[in-house]
C-alpha cells in the first residue's frame, strides 16, 4: 500500500492557483475578498430597509432591524 498517492491534474492546477504567490499577496486578496462581501451586505441592508416600507405611507414598517439580529463581523468573523 503506497504511503503517498499521485496528484490529479486537477488538483495540482487547484492547489497552483490557491498557493500561488507570496503569504502577504494571498491575505491582501482575502482582505479584498472581504471588502467585498461587507460591501454587498452592506446593499443588502439598504434592500431590506427599502422593502420594509411600507408602500401606502411610504413609512417604515414594525419590522426588526437586521442590525438588531447580525453584525457582518458575526457573520465573517476574522481570526
Do not use: W
Not at 36 to 41: G, V, Y
Amino acid at each position: 500500500m503506497p504511503l503517498f498517492k499521485e496528484p490529479k491534474d486537477e488538483e495540482v492546477e487547484f492547489f497552483r492557483a490557491k498557493f500561488a504567490g507570496s503569504q502577504a499577496d494571498r491575505a491582501i486578496k482575502a482582505e479584498a475578498e472581504a471588502n467585498k462581501i461587507a460591501e454587498q451586505m452592506k446593499n443588502s441592508k439598504a434592500l431590506l430597509r427599502y422593502c420594509s416600507q411600507d408602500r401606502s405611507t411610504g413609512e417604515k414598517g414594525n419590522s426588526p432591524k437586521l442590525e438588531d439580529h447580525y453584525t457582518t463581523r458575526d457573520l465573517f468573523s476574522i481570526a
